[in-house]
């Protein structure tokens, strides 16, 4: 059944919060679109314990992208695929999973199943973006996942523990987020979403950067140097390094919160949730 006022209170705010998030040079306009649609859906039919852990991995990720920004952009700008500045691309790739279970979710009987998927969702999609803003600051350069070998900050498929210690931390806020605001929301304690979150978010995490080791789509820049980016300043387009064309940074982001999904509802089944 349609909660049009929860509807209506899931567009007001997503609207909101993503002009914020505009002002503030963290979304595009085309961003800022994608903001709405996904925080519509997710408000509207989740509920307000899948609305406000939305707005809390949009908040924490905004903040950090902003955290020591210029420094991040010195060791690692020209790397990613995409600014600070988030696209419509990205805010579905990182949002809409979650639009999607929301609207099954809400069209269904409400599976607590459902719920530990949501949550597995945006603990991976959490801990991947924290891991990329805190992760690049490392004092310690990253090594790559499937060889051990050091390569260069923003690296795809580097990790450093300053990043997977960013992961778990970001996995593990989404959990008692969602702990605490479906305890307030349905007056029931689900504990056990707290490390389904953790522990999916991290290994939903862990996926992207397996991904990001071996089938990314990565170019050559013109100084010779791996990166994200299909194109130059100039406008000109690069040529391919690696990877399968078509598996590029938003593409990563989806498959690796899906695969944290499925692990936390395999966390749930077997606790019987």
Not at 14 to 33: C, D, E, M, N
Not at 121 to 140: F, I, K, N, R, Y
Not at 190 to 209: C, H, N, R, Y
Request: charged letters at 15%; a positive charge.
């Amino acid at each position: 059944m349609l909660n049009f006022p929860r509807i209506l209170a899931g567009l007001v705010l997503s609207a909101f919060i993503g002009g914020v998030a505009y002002q503030r040079k963290s979304l595009s306009a085309s961003g800022w679109l994608g903001a709405i649609i996904t925080g519509t859906l997710i408000f509207g039919f989740g509920g307000w314990t899948w609305g406000l852990t939305l707005i809390t991995f949009f908040i924490t990720s905004s903040a950090l992208s902003h955290f020591r920004q210029a420094q991040k952009q010195r060791l690692a700008g020209e790397k990613f695929e995409k600014g600070g500045r988030r696209d419509l691309w990205q805010a579905l790739a990182n949002g809409g999973a979650g639009a999607l279970l929301a609207l099954l979710y809400g069209i269904s009987n409400e599976p607590l199943a459902l719920v530990f998927c949501f949550g597995g969702v945006m603990a991976t999609v959490t801990a991947d973006t924290w891991a990329t803003e805190l992760g690049v600051l490392s004092p310690t350069p990253p090594r790559m996942i499937t060889s051990g070998r050091r390569v260069e900050p923003g690296t795809s498929g580097g990790v450093t523990l300053y990043g997977l210690a960013a992961s778990l931390a970001g996995a593990a806020l989404i959990g008692v987020t969602m702990v605490l605001l479906f305890r307030i929301e349905r007056g029931v304690w689900v504990p056990l979403l707290l490390p389904a979150a953790a522990l999916s978010g991290l290994a939903g995490s862990i996926t992207d950067s397996l991904i990001g080791a071996t089938i990314q789509v990565m170019y050559r820049s013109t100084a010779g140097n791996e990166t994200e980016r299909r194109t130059d300043k100039a406008g000109q387009m690069l040529p391919q390094f690696r990877g399968w064309r078509w598996m590029n940074n938003d593409m990563v982001n989806l498959i690796s919160s899906l695969v944290g999904g499925l692990i936390a509802i395999g966390i749930g089944a077997l606790a019987g949730r």
